[in-house]
């Protein structure tokens, strides 16, 4: 079963970009991980982008967080991170002596949003959703990346953002009328902090007292108390991109309710996050077999014609509807169903049930 619903193990397709910047007047290198069915999938096919920074540390966490919340029933994500060249430079928004030679997060916002897209754009099937993730300075730099055009990512995840830099600047940004636009605008906001005290932790605070105080629709604020500073980017990276991506879960009241309904629910996600709006299968497969236990063939033949149609490579919904009809005795259909199973994967069950059906139609 694991086989014919495609989830074979394949080694994660990662890739390194070197972008040449004219912005920040160096190479820039930008790790890419890709789901493992990128190849598959068909060249229309896009998915939503994670944007990440301090890279070198973080990328393999979050790639392998993505491969596993897909098997949960997430989005299929690309995963692009940021490596460091000079962080205390690119990730502060102001200067101050704390660290020389800080605050270029002007320049490196503009490096990303117009070098970085570009080239991912023209080299990759990323959607129009994108994320963006940092943690610490990262975490500031993407407040501070927000604030300067909200438009451009549709979620941020901000892990122990250092919000307290240069005596908590960032927070005079956050206007009334920034306020809401961030209404108004609905994006997830996620914030995630450990063990902090002092300053750090006054800085996260503040925001969430911010956010919470004007009514932010979709903001999370999470406590990791039992992890550090440097742990708690593992906790707190996975229920972000959970949080962000959560319409993907199909709510349980539509188990109830007539399969169309789920249709409708998947168009609705699949447009939202610019990505497939097909109803995923492991919905199909465990939603056309619970029909079938429950005797309801009727609906069994809706989920397993559309689950055909939807995935047209796919052998089980062929099986499925080779056998319902079978029963039916509704034999040339169920041949023709059986027909195209074994043309996609053949097996000797089905090779007999046509031998079977050949010499009932002869």
Same mark, same amino acid.
């Given at each position: 079963?694991?086989?014919?619903?495609?989830?074979?193990?394949?080694?994660?397709?990662?890739?390194?970009?070197?972008?040449?910047?004219?912005?920040?007047?160096?190479?820039?290198?930008?790790?890419?991980?890709?789901?493992?069915?990128?190849?598959?999938?068909?060249?229309?096919?896009?998915?939503?982008?994670?944007?990440?920074?301090?890279?070198?540390?973080?990328?393999?966490?979050?790639?392998?967080?993505?491969?596993?919340?897909?098997?949960?029933?997430?989005?299929?994500?690309?995963?692009?991170?940021?490596?460091?060249?000079?962080?205390?430079?690119?990730?502060?928004?102001?200067?101050?002596?704390? +660290?020389?030679?800080?605050?270029?997060?002007?320049?490196?916002?503009?490096? =990303?949003?117009?070098?970085? &897209? !570009?080239? %991912? *754009? @023209?080299?990759?099937?990323?959607?129009?959703?994108?994320?963006?993730?940092?943690?610490?300075?990262?975490?500031?730099?993407?407040?501070?990346?927000?604030?300067?055009? +909200?438009?451009?990512?549709?979620?941020?995840?901000?892990?122990?953002?250092? =919000?307290?830099?240069?005596? &908590? !600047?960032? %927070? *005079? @940004?956050?206007?009334?009328?920034?306020?809401?636009?961030?209404?108004?605008?609905?994006?997830?906001?996620?914030?995630?902090?450990?063990?902090?005290?002092?300053?750090?932790?006054?800085?996260?605070?503040?925001?969430?007292?911010?956010?919470?105080?004007?009514?932010?629709?979709? &903001?999370?604020?999470? *406590?990791?108390?039992?992890?550090?500073?440097?742990?708690?980017?593992?906790?707190?990276?996975?229920?972000?991109?959970?949080?962000?991506?959560?319409?993907?879960?199909?709510?349980?009241?539509?188990?109830?309710?007539?399969?169309?309904?789920?249709?409708?629910?998947?168009?609705?996600?699949?447009?939202?996050?610019?990505?497939?709006?097909?109803?995923?299968?492991?919905?199909?497969?465990?939603?056309?077999?619970?029909?079938?236990?429950?005797?309801?063939?009727?609906?069994a033949k809706e989920i397993f014609e559309y689950y055909k149609q939807a995935y047209p490579n796919v052998p089980i919904?062929?099986?499925?509807?080779?056998?319902?009809?079978?029963?039916?005795?509704?034999?040339?259909?169920?041949?023709?169903?059986?027909?195209?199973?074994?043309?996609?994967?053949?097996?000797?069950?089905?090779?007999?049930?046509?031998?079977?059906?050949?010499?009932?139609?002869?």
């Amino acid at each position: 079963m694991i086989v014919l619903l495609g989830n074979i193990n394949v080694f994660a397709q990662s890739k390194t970009v070197i972008i040449n910047s004219e912005i920040l007047g160096e190479e820039r290198q930008v790790l890419v991980g890709l789901p493992d069915s990128y190849d598959y999938d068909g060249e229309t096919f896009k998915y939503p982008l994670l944007l990440l920074t301090d890279g070198e540390w973080h990328f393999d966490m979050v790639l392998r967080a993505t491969k596993l919340l897909y098997q949960n029933g997430f989005p299929k994500i690309i995963v692009a991170a940021i490596v460091n060249t000079n962080r205390g430079r690119d990730l502060t928004p102001t200067n101050t002596e704390e +660290i020389h030679a800080s605050g270029g997060s002007q320049k490196f916002d503009r490096f =990303i949003k117009e070098e970085l &897209f !570009k080239n %991912l *754009e @023209d080299n990759y099937r990323i959607s129009n959703h994108r994320t963006l993730m940092g943690h610490s300075l990262g975490g500031l730099f993407a407040t501070y990346s927000l604030i300067q055009d +909200i438009d451009v990512f549709n979620a941020i995840i901000a892990v122990t953002p250092t =919000i307290r830099w240069n005596d &908590f !600047k960032i %927070l *005079e @940004d956050f206007t009334p009328d920034f306020m809401d636009k961030l209404i108004q605008s609905k994006k997830p906001f996620f914030v995630g902090i450990g063990d902090e005290v002092g300053p750090e932790r006054e800085g996260v605070v503040r925001l969430k007292e911010l956010f919470e105080s004007a009514h932010i629709p979709k &903001f999370t604020y999470k *406590e990791y108390l039992d992890e550090s500073h440097v742990t708690v980017p593992w906790k707190a990276y996975f229920d972000g991109i959970k949080m962000v991506f959560n319409p993907f879960l199909l709510p349980e009241e539509y188990d109830q309710q007539d399969f169309s309904k789920t249709i409708g629910y998947y168009e609705g996600v699949g447009s939202s996050f610019d990505y497939d709006q097909r109803v995923p299968q492991r919905i199909l497969f465990n939603r056309g077999y619970g029909a079938l236990e429950s005797d309801n063939v009727n609906e069994a033949k809706e989920i397993f014609e559309y689950y055909k149609q939807a995935y047209p490579n796919v052998p089980i919904p062929y099986t499925v509807l080779g056998d319902i009809n079978f029963d039916l005795k509704k034999y040339k259909v169920s041949k023709a169903n059986y027909d195209m199973a074994y043309k996609l994967y053949p097996t000797d069950y089905i090779k007999e049930r046509i031998k079977t059906l050949e010499e009932i139609l002869n």
